[in-house]
């Protein structure tokens, strides 16, 4: 399980980290899933503190729907 927060309307970097600790689950935004992807894609795999889960662990791998 996983929040998603679609679109660009709410700055959820600042917030996300308290939210996946709240939750108990990951939480991804839009910009969040293009840069995981982008980043991926280049093979870069430098952690991005302060944005979630999914860009802090280069090994965090989602699982398949």
Same mark, same amino acid.
């Given at each position: 399980?996983?929040? %998603?927060?679609?679109?660009?309307? /709410?700055?959820?970097? #600042?917030? =996300?980290? %308290?939210?996946? !600790?709240?939750?108990?689950? #990951? =939480?991804? /935004? ?5 840069? /995981?992807?982008? %980043? ?18 280069? !090994? %965090?791998? #989602?699982? #398949?729907?």
């Amino acid at each position: 399980d996983a929040l %998603y927060i679609n679109g660009g309307g /709410w700055d959820v970097a #600042p917030v =996300v980290d %308290y939210l996946e !600790q709240d939750l108990g689950m #990951p =939480v991804v /935004w839009a910009l969040a899933a293009e840069l /995981w992807h982008a %980043y991926r894609t280049l093979g870069l795999r430098d952690p991005v503190d302060g944005c979630g889960r999914l860009l802090k662990d280069p !090994q %965090y791998r #989602p699982a #398949p729907a």
